[in-house]
């Protein structure tokens, strides 16, 4: 069975400053999507970031990049100049590319908390 | 932002009741998802569909039912709320398989005295 690790429960940052959240996974599929979702707090869950598995070349969008290591199954979000608003738990999440098969393993989220 | 909606997105309610929680979504999405949340903590699943007419239990054995009459409607039913259904109820969709993203709702926050 698929599981995903999220081994850091909370981080702190400084405004301006990187953090890097890490996640790790377990899988015997070749073929998958990797999702980072933010949680703000009382507000909508949104995705940050997605991988899929057969593309080498680590996903970025603006200031959020991804470190996707495919053989040692580690999956971490880095967050460059971070802003008071990055501050949400952050999940990382799992699921299969194989068709008939939606759904998706989430690991249990690291709070972020963005120090001024 | 997803059109995917939500309500209520706060309810108070004695043990005993009978509740209905609505989602709602315009994306004209096949699949939906129902997750239950417990504060700052992770998601379960708890129901899925893949269609109308479709349903299935998820990974967490859970005393609610659902629906999927129409494509767009995955209403979630307790219909005898206890203290241990007090928790954050998160509807979601996705269209696969291809491009893989799920869209959520704002969620529902359901306290049961």
């Known amino acids: 069975a698929q599981t995903v690790t999220q081994s850091q429960p909370e981080m702190s940052v400084q405004e301006a400053e990187t953090v890097t959240l890490s996640c790790t996974y377990d899988?015997?599929?070749?073929?998958?999507?990797l999702f980072w979702y933010k949680q703000p707090p009382s507000r909508q869950m949104i995705l940050v970031i997605r991988?899929?598995?057969?593309?080498?070349q680590n996903a970025t969008e603006n200031r959020f990049s991804v470190n996707f290591q495919k053989a040692a199954k580690s999956f971490s979000l880095k967050i460059s100049d971070s802003q008071l608003g990055d501050a949400a738990m952050y999940f990382c999440?799992?699921?299969?590319?194989?068709?008939?098969?939606?759904?998706?393993?989430f690991g249990t989220g690291t709070r972020l908390k963005v120090l001024a | 932002e997803a059109d995917i909606y939500q309500t209520p997105r706060y309810l108070v309610i004695g043990t005993g009741k009978k509740i209905t929680l609505e989602c709602s979504q315009t994306?004209?999405?096949?699949?939906m998802y129902w997750y239950q949340q417990d504060p700052g903590m992770e998601l379960h699943l708890i129901h899925y569909?893949?269609?109308?007419?479709?349903?299935e239990k998820g990974d967490l054995s859970s005393e609610s039912t659902v629906s999927r009459i129409r494509t767009e409607h995955f209403p979630l039913t307790l219909e005898s709320a206890r203290p241990s259904h007090t928790s954050q109820y998160l509807c979601?969709?996705?269209?696969?398989?291809?491009?893989?993203?799920?869209?959520f709702g704002e969620g529902s926050r359901l306290t049961v005295l």
């Open positions: 979601a969709s996705s269209v696969g398989p291809n491009t893989g993203e799920l869209f």
């Open positions: 899988t015997s599929e070749s073929d998958y999507y």
């Open positions: 991988q899929e598995a057969y593309k080498q």
């Open positions: 999440a799992y699921r299969r590319i194989t068709s008939g098969t939606y759904k998706y393993i």
């Open positions: 994306m004209g999405h096949d699949k």
């Open positions: 569909s893949y269609g109308v007419n479709s349903t």
